[in-house]
């Protein structure tokens, strides 16, 4: 099985960044997909970005331009910078990767806090 654990939230204030990792228990390089989703109090869980075994990526509109997704294969690991942060970027961010075919389809990590000051 796969095991992702996500780090690097914390309290900023707005305007500033951060960048999240999620390092994967299993080489991610089979992966189909990895990507960050994000929860807000009360609200439902979106996507924010994804990046597909082929390298293609994709952004909810409101990230477009400030955040951006990457990978280290070496490390198993996957990124997200994020810059030009707001107080509507405030959620929890979870780390989710359809690990197929070698493993489960749907795998997430238990969440890193973001919160942003105003």
């Known amino acids: 099985q796969v095991q992702l654990v996500e780090s690097g939230g914390g309290l900023v204030q707005a305007g500033g960044s951060l960048r999240l990792s999620c390092v994967a228990s299993r080489s991610i390089v089979s992966f189909n997909n990895m990507g960050w989703y994000r929860q807000a109090p009360g609200k439902q869980r979106e996507l924010v970005s994804t990046i597909s075994r082929s390298d293609t990526t994709n952004y909810a509109d409101s990230v477009k331009g400030r955040f951006t997704i990457s990978r280290d294969f070496a490390k198993n690991t996957v990124y997200l910078q994020m810059n030009s942060l707001n107080p509507e970027d405030t959620a929890v961010y979870y780390c989710?990767?359809?690990?197929?075919?070698?493993?489960?389809?749907?795998?997430w990590g238990q969440g890193t806090q973001v919160t942003v000051s105003s």
């Open positions: 989710n990767a359809d690990a197929r075919p070698l493993y489960s389809g749907n795998v």
